[in-house]
């Protein structure tokens, strides 16, 4: 995370502490993410899974929500931590507020391996 700035540092470290807290009994397969708005309040939230595939809350997904919950519209930047690859459907989810709004993918040990836009 050397090369990151300040604020995209802490998104990355929200999503971090996220994915601690993800229920995921069926993959194993565990997310975080954390999401700011263009004021700069941040929102986090981890994987939900569900027996039923289609009823998994994926990390950004989450986070997403829990922004547009509290009335956000617009977001600066992204972050989700992962072994996995970010899935084409939960970068649409954001990019329904945005087109053009970077992502940053990091690995469990919080180092960003690739930056993904909207």
Partial sequence: MTDLSAEDAKIVTL??????????????????????DTDGRTYAAATVENADPSLTTSALRGAVSA???????????????????????????LREFGVGVPVLVAGSDGVVRETLST
């Fill in 15 to 36: 999503a971090r502490a996220a994915r601690l807290r993800a229920y995921a009994p069926h993959s194993g397969v565990t997310e975080g993410a954390a999401v700011r």
């Fill in 67 to 93: 922004a547009a919950s509290s009335g956000i519209r617009t977001f600066e930047a992204a972050a989700v931590v992962s072994e996995a690859l970010v899935s084409g459907a939960d970068l649409a989810v």
